[in-house]
Nanobody
Framework: QAQLAESGGGLVQPGGSLRLSCEAS????????TGWFRQAPGKEREFVAA??????????KYADSVKGRFTISRDIEKKMLYLQMVNLQPGDTAVYYC?????????????????WGQGTQVTVSS
């Protein structure tokens, strides 16, 4: 089992940046796909980005809406996941969740991830 805890959310002006962090405990991350989802008010949960397990050849996946602006990374030894967000826009306002899968394949479907954090709020507004 894995327990996940996000941090780093907050209020930022359009064009600003934030870095979200996610601390994982209870499970090694080296063999797992990891990523981020988000959910805006009144909308369904949406895929943001995901990376495969260490050694997995498939590249990191990003949603088209965040390509070129968001970057995911992780520190396997520290069991930390990160989401660097730049040029944030009001449409990025949402609760952001970090996720970990039981398998190595980075999938854009929420059902592919067994472990979810509680979420951290990101609000982009002037």
């Amino acid at each position: 089992q894995a327990q996940l805890a996000e941090s780093g959310g907050g209020l930022v002006q359009p064009g600003g940046s934030l870095r979200l962090s996610c601390e994982a405990s209870g499970r090694t991350l080296s063999s797992a796909a990891t990523g981020w989802f988000r959910q805006a008010p009144g909308k369904e949960r949406e895929f943001v980005a995901a990376s495969g397990g260490v050694g997995w050849s498939e590249p990191t996946k990003y949603a088209d809406s965040v390509k070129g602006r968001f970057t995911i990374s992780r520190d396997i030894e520290k069991k930390m996941l990160y989401l660097q967000m730049v040029n944030l826009q009001p449409g990025d306002t949402a609760v952001y969740y970090c996720v970990v899968s039981d398998g190595p394949i980075p999938q854009p479907m929420a059902g592919s991830y067994a472990y979810w954090g509680q979420g951290t709020q990101v609000t982009v507004s002037s």
